[in-house]
């Protein structure tokens, strides 16, 4: 007993860890069907690697996390091939029996390995479970005596095939006992309780609404937003290193660029230790785009936001984005609205010509001067991303 719970204790950990690496899944996430094939053979006795008996299932399962999963596994059983006085000959019935078990799955790669964010090549896993059998007997005297609790333990090595890892190609080795009852071989006289069986199979994983077929893994920050501070702040070192030869008046100004770089630092290491969001989906896209001051050209830097843009809409066919300009509050009215307008247009033609996103899918709008989208008065000259495929 206190090896199970020392067994079990250890499951719910590996499931604690493996489900805080992974995106949130909804009811019906995770998902796979299959159908599966082939042979048993009593493991004890004269009937042992001699009389193979086929058999033919189905299986329906989950994956909770990338370690632990359920599945409902159901298999029918034909005559045995080569015996003489087999089980078709005790029976009189073409299909002999039926074996419906649900059964827990552990993947011992993921568990040992850790999980990738998407599935290896080759896996192996554990099951384990419980299930009902029924042996059908023509016998009169053993009618009453054809149902039996069962249970099945076996390893699962897996290959994991095509482009998006959907479908898994398995072989399956397990022992399979009958608890009570007549037995795998269907007579009391003669009572075998275990058999040893070998299937192959296939299943198939349904998509998720993460837009795999597989787990993915969270992301912890927006590294768009680190890398554009990180960006900042080489560009303002380099214009220090220029004003290091100039006169006393550009000492002040290296002094003020000093403060502004502690402050971009300061938000640069606020970002790195915020909390990681919960995966959901939101119409607002983390990457923003950041202008100097007075300028509506897109900076080398900051095309990498652009490119976490088109790599999205590229994913999601049917998006639609609105690109929203912003100014700083410096400037009068107009001039902010016609540089926020601008800004606006000049990411919306880099989507376009350099992503070859199409055009219709795109919306530039200029809003003008703000000073509320951030603390800092020089990260509110920006261009900013929204998903408004729904609207």
């Known amino acids: 007993m206190k090896k199970i719970s020392t067994l079990f204790a250890a499951a719910v950990m ?30 004890k006795g ?29 298999n029918i059983y034909f005559k045995e091939v080569g015996s003489k006085q087999g089980f078709l000959h005790k ?27 998407e599935p290896r090549l080759f896996e192996v896993s554990a099951v384990y479970g419980l299930g009902w059998g029924h042996v059908f007997s023509n016998a009169a005297s053993y009618k009453d005596n054809t149902n039996m609790l069962t249970s099945k333990a076996g390893l699962n090595f897996a290959f994991n095939l095509g482009k998006t890892k959907a479908w898994q190609f398995y072989v399956e080795p397990s022992m399979n006992w009958s608890l ?11 009572i075998n309780r275990s058999m040893f069986q070998v299937n192959v199979g296939f299943n198939y994983k349904f ?15 927006d590294q768009a937003e680190v890398d554009a501070l990180n960006a900042q702040i080489n560009s303002l070192r380099e214009e220090n290193a220029a004003l290091t030869s100039k006169d006393e008046q550009n000492k002040k100004n290296l002094t003020a660029k000093d403060t502004e770089i502690n402050n971009l630092k300061q938000a640069l290491e606020e970002c790195n230790n915020r909390p990681a969001p919960k995966a959901e989906t939101a119409t607002n896209l983390q990457p923003t785009v950041i202008f100097r001051q007075g300028k509506t050209s897109v900076d080398p830097a900051q095309v990498a936001s652009i490119e976490l843009i088109a790599n999205y809409m590229k994913n999601h066919k049917e998006s639609k984005v609105e690109i929203k300009g912003y100014a700083s509050p410096e400037g009068s009215k107009e001039i902010n609205e016609r540089i926020s307008q ?39 000259r920006v261009a900013t991303f929204n998903d408004i495929t729904k609207d």
């Open 180 to 190: 009570n009852g007549l037995g795998y071989e269907g007579v009391e006289y003669n």
């Open 342 to 380: 601008q800004r606006a247009d000049a990411v919306k033609a880099i989507l376009v010509k350099k992503y070859k996103i199409s055009e219709n899918r795109l919306k530039a709008t200029g809003m003008g001067a703000t000073d509320k989208l951030f603390e800092q008065v020089e990260f509110n």
């Open 207 to 221: 998509k998720n609404s993460n837009g795999t077929h597989n787990f993915t893994i969270a992301s912890g920050r």
């Open 14 to 43: 590996a499931a604690t860890a493996s489900a805080q690496t992974v995106t949130e899944s909804k009811t019906f996430d995770n998902m796979y069907v299959g159908v599966n094939t082939g042979v048993s053979t009593a493991s």
């Open 46 to 74: 004269h009937h042992w690697l001699q009389d193979f008996r086929p058999n033919l299932g189905v299986r329906l399962g989950r994956n909770f996390t990338p370690v632990f999963g359920l599945a409902v596994e159901s």
């Open 91 to 117: 029976t009189g019935t073409a299909v002999n029996g039926i074996n419906t078990s649900l059964l827990g799955t552990a993947n011992i790669t993921n568990w040992v390995g850790g999980y990738k964010g």
